[in-house]
């Protein structure tokens, strides 16, 4: 059975950084992309950033030059630097992998206290 574990979610003042990992269980076959969507109260969730298999990357334009996804396919895991936060980053992030199928993570609360 496949799980997503994540973590390095908190709570930190504007200007300040978090790392997130997300950490895969189970065998997931040709994963094609690994990501970070975020959902905040009232809202959509939307795409934060995106790493593929060729590790192109791609980051929704409010997080760009802030946050950094990367990936360590030794550790099956995927990580989500982010930099200079603000309070619209407040949301729960999600860890994403899209292989034949799609899986998503229980979310990390991230809230930034201006």
């Known amino acids: 059975q496949v799980q997503l574990v994540e973590s390095g979610g908190g709570l930190v003042q504007a200007g300040g950084s978090l790392r997130l990992s997300c950490t895969t269980s189970?065998?997931?076959?040709?994963?094609?992309?690994m990501g970070w969507y975020r959902q905040a109260p009232g809202r959509q969730r939307e795409l934060v950033a995106v790493i593929a298999s060729g590790d192109s990357t791609k980051y929704t334009d409010s997080v760009k030059g802030r946050f950094t996804i990367s990936r360590d396919n030794a550790k099956n895991t995927v990580y989500l630097q982010m930099n200079s936060l603000k309070p619209e980053d407040t949301a729960v992030y999600y860890c994403?992998?899209?292989?034949?199928?799609?899986?998503w993570g229980q979310g990390t609360q991230v809230t930034v206290s201006s």
């Open positions: 994403n992998v899209r292989s034949v199928h799609e899986y």
């Open positions: 189970g065998s997931i076959f040709s994963i094609n992309a």
